[in-house]
């Protein structure tokens, strides 16, 4: 899976730099479960994609829903596993490790940027 780095234009903050690119039906599917945990700078970048389920998770996450243009139209911050999410003009949703989106300062309105990761 190609492996994409975000990095938030308005603070200049990189808040993932192995963050999995999930494009087609199959990857979206699987998304993050099966993982016990994410490490500091994984994640997983869902699209198309407008509704998220954490069913069968094992670890609360982050996550942020995208616009067409990558920009931050909601957060939703410690998604417990069994959570369900819908946001009907998402294109894209970030998904990172609880406690990522406090700590890299990303808020509604924010602008996102996907760069092609040189962990790749």
């Known amino acids: 899976m190609k492996l994409i780095r975000v990095v938030n234009k308005n603070n200049d903050t990189i808040i993932g730099d192995k963050i999995e690119l999930a ?11 099966g993982r016990t945990g ?21 670890f609360p996450i982050d996550v942020v829903f995208m616009d067409k243009d990558k920009k931050v139209i909601w957060i939703r911050e410690n998604m417990e596993p069994g959570s369900i999410e819908i946001k009907k ?26 760069q092609i990761s040189l962990k790749n």
């Open 89 to 114: 003009s998402c294109v894209y949703v970030l998904e990172v490790g609880a406690g990522v989106i406090a700590r890299k300062r990303v808020q509604i309105g924010h602008q996102l940027e996907f």
């Open 23 to 33: 494009d087609t039906f199959f990857a979206r599917l699987k998304g993050l479960l």
């Open 38 to 58: 994410l490490e500091e700078g994984e994640g997983i970048i869902l699209t198309p994609c407008s509704a998220i389920h954490c069913l069968g998770m094992k």
